[in-house]
C-alpha cells in the first residue's frame, strides 16, 4: 500500500458545482498536511495547509480525519481556472520529516 | 520579496554530457529541496538540505547525481554523463524551517532538462 493515495482522476465537474476528493495516509503518526496545485507544466504552488480542526480559505474547505487516516479537500462554486492537478504532502515523524507526496488528482472544470 | 529561482529554465543537453542545475532558495530559507517530475507523472524526491545537518541523499538515483548547498543559500545539482532518462523537469524548493517543522514548501520554476 503507498503511503500517501489519491484517487488520479480526472473529475470532471461542471463551473459552479462543488466537488470534493480525498488523500489517504497510511502513517497515523504523521502530524503536517498540505494540499498544492500543480497547473498543467508547472511547478506546484502551495493551495492550503490542513488544520486539525478544519480550515476554509474562501471557496476551499480542507478538512482532516485522524480517525479514518484521511484529509479532504472541497471546493465550492468551482471555476474554470479551478482546473489543475491537486496534490496532497503528509510529514510524518517516523518518516524522517519526509514529506510524502501523493500522485495527484486531476481536476476539469467545464463550461 | 523573490521566490525560488532556479537557472536554466531549459537546457538541452547531448547524452553523456554533464549538466549544473542551480536554486536560489528564499532569503532566510533553511531547508531546501531537490524533486524531479517526469511528464504526467508525481515529484520524485531527490535530495534535501537542512541547516547545517547532514543532506539527506536518499532519493538520488545513481551516483551520477550529486549536490551541493553552499552558505547554507544556494544549491547546485549535478548530473554527470547524461543518459536520456534524466531528461525530466527538475524542481527546487525551499522552506522556511525543516519538515519536521510544519513548514510548506516553496517551488521554483524548475529546469526543463532534456537530453538528446
Known amino acids: 500500500r503507498k503511503e500517501v493515495e489519491q484517487d488520479p482522476g480526472p473529475f470532471n465537474v461542471p463551473e459552479g458545482a462543488t466537488v470534493a476528493f480525498n488523500c489517504t495516509y497510511s502513517?497515523?503518526?504523521?502530524?503536517?498536511f498540505f494540499w498544492y496545485r500543480q497547473d498543467c507544466r508547472k511547478e506546484p504552488k502551495l493551495l492550503m495547509s490542513?488544520?486539525?480542526?478544519?480550515n476554509e480559505d474562501g471557496r476551499f474547505t480542507a478538512q482532516l480525519n485522524r480517525a479514518s487516516q484521511y484529509i479532504s479537500l472541497l471546493i465550492r462554486d468551482s471555476k474554470l481556472s479551478d482546473s489543475a492537478t491537486y496534490l496532497c504532502?503528509?510529514?510524518?515523524?517516523?518518516?524522517?520529516?519526509?514529506?510524502?507526496w501523493g500522485a495527484g488528482t486531476k481536476l476539469i472544470i467545464k463550461p | 520579496g523573490a521566490g525560488v529561482s532556479q537557472s536554466p529554465s531549459n537546457k538541452v543537453t547531448e547524452k553523456g554530457k554533464d549538466v549544473e542545475l542551480r536554486c536560489d532558495p528564499i532569503?532566510?530559507?533553511?531547508?531546501l529541496y531537490w524533486y524531479r517530475q517526469s511528464l504526467g507523472q508525481g515529484l520524485e524526491f531527490l535530495i534535501y538540505?537542512?541547516?547545517?545537518?547532514?543532506?539527506?541523499k536518499s532519493g538520488l538515483p545513481s551516483d551520477r547525481f550529486s549536490a551541493e548547498r553552499t552558505g547554507g543559500s544556494v544549491s547546485t545539482l549535478t548530473i554527470q554523463r547524461t543518459q536520456q532518462e534524466d531528461s525530466a523537469v527538475y524542481l527546487c524548493?525551499?522552506?522556511?524551517?525543516?519538515?519536521?517543522?510544519?513548514?510548506?514548501?516553496?517551488f521554483g520554476n524548475g529546469t526543463r532538462l532534456t537530453v538528446t
Open positions: 538540505f537542512q541547516g547545517n545537518s547532514a543532506p539527506d
Open positions: 504532502v503528509v510529514i510524518s515523524v517516523e518518516s524522517n520529516y519526509q514529506l510524502i
Open positions: 490542513v488544520y486539525s480542526s478544519g
Open positions: 532569503s532566510g530559507h533553511t531547508a
Open positions: 502513517n497515523s503518526a504523521s502530524q503536517s
Open positions: 524548493a525551499s522552506s522556511l524551517a525543516g519538515a519536521g517543522g510544519g513548514s510548506p514548501l516553496h
